[in-house]
């Protein structure tokens, strides 16, 4: 049997479309052999060439018969007036992913291909993050590793969710997110019952530290769901420091820490879920300067991101007492 799959390209990041883009890219790129999978791809190479008509035959090999230049550039005009319409534009006409117009960081802001072993950060300092679910929510713990003369911020995750939540979205048969996945890769822990167990996240933490010496000069967290937490993580020898969730605290670090992104120094290992919070992830301004980060919808999760942005708090507030001791 033969099957012919035809699409273009969206602003939900990794879901099943990732998943078979990046296979395609693989194999055409010769990276990976498969003689059942063809994979024909028309897209430009880079997110600038949207303005420029030369290049936009790269992802449109029918222009001029199935779609007409004027109409292309009559979207491409629209866009470049209206910003809400380039996601549209660079998804639909231009086969290049992007993010929700809302989000925070843009796809292009968040991709980077760097990765490394856990040998790379054996015996570092770190600054630990932590969001815990209130209830069945996604759980997740970060490590923010840096090394001396390195600019690289290296960034270990893990996340948790309660084995009832799974088992409820597969009931409803929804495609909120390819958990099962991510567990069989050792990115997530499937907790038993119906909320996450907290000394799993506090047995992941001593797990880092005593297999891979990285050692956590602070971790945050937020003060306000912590709990019996914070006690069992300081009886495991962590130095626990509370992170007040909202717009005065958050702002300043969540700038820096856009830019970190922005300049490719963040180092995530392409970890799967990082990259979706990350997409999940919009910018709630108040006042004249204060931002903080929401769900672009209720559905999505931003776990990830906040977890990050909390150990970015205390690296900021921090930051010259932890590099002395990085060195």
């Known amino acids: 049997p033969l099957v012919v799959m035809i699409t273009t390209a969206g602003t939900v990041r990794e879901c099943i479309f990732d998943n078979m883009y990046e296979l395609a890219c693989d194999l055409a790129d010769g990276k990976k052999k498969d003689d059942t999978f063809l994979p024909i791809l028309y897209e430009i190479d880079s997110r600038d060439e949207w303005t420029n008509p030369q290049m936009w035959i790269k992802a449109n090999p029918g222009l001029g018969a199935i779609k007409q230049y004027k109409t292309l550039a009559a979207f491409v005009e629209r866009a470049k007036n209206n910003p809400a319409d380039l996601p549209g534009v660079l998804c639909k006409d231009f086969n290049y992913r992007e993010n929700d117009n809302s989000v925070w960081l843009s796809y292009d802001q968040i991709k980077n291909d760097?990765?490394?072993?856990?040998?790379?950060?054996?015996?570092?300092?770190?600054?630990?993050?932590?969001?815990?679910?209130?209830?069945?929510?996604?759980?997740?713990a970060t490590l923010l590793i840096r090394k001396p003369d390195d600019k690289t911020v290296y960034v270990l995750q893990h996340y948790f969710l309660p084995q009832a939540r799974v088992e409820h979205l597969e009931e409803k048969n929804t495609n909120e997110a390819p958990y099962r996945l991510w567990a069989d890769r050792g990115l997530l822990t499937i907790c038993d019952g119906n909320r996450v167990t907290f000394s799993d996240v506090t047995a992941w933490f001593c797990q880092m530290r005593d297999e891979h010496k990285i050692d956590a000069f602070k971790v945050g967290y937020d003060r306000a769901l912590a709990g019996y937490w914070v006690e069992?993580?300081?009886?495991?020898?962590?130095?626990?420091?509370?992170?007040?969730?909202?717009?005065?605290?958050?702002?300043?670090?969540?700038?820096?820490?856009?830019?970190?992104f922005a300049d490719k120094i963040v180092n995530y290992n392409k970890n799967p879920i990082l990259i979706w919070c990350l997409s999940n992830t919009a910018v709630k301004k108040s006042g004249v300067n204060n931002i903080q980060p929401v769900k672009i919808t209720d559905k999505r999760r931003i776990d990830g991101a906040v977890s990050l942005l909390n150990a970015w708090v205390i690296y900021v507030k921090y930051y010259d007492d932890f590099m002395y001791n990085v060195g």
């Open 114 to 140: 760097a990765v490394f072993d856990m040998s790379e950060v054996y015996n570092t300092y770190a600054i630990g993050g932590c969001d815990l679910s209130a209830t069945t929510d996604l759980t997740a």
């Open 232 to 260: 069992e993580m300081k009886s495991n020898g962590f130095t626990m420091e509370p992170v007040a969730q909202g717009p005065f605290t958050w702002s300043q670090p969540m700038r820096e820490m856009g830019a970190a």
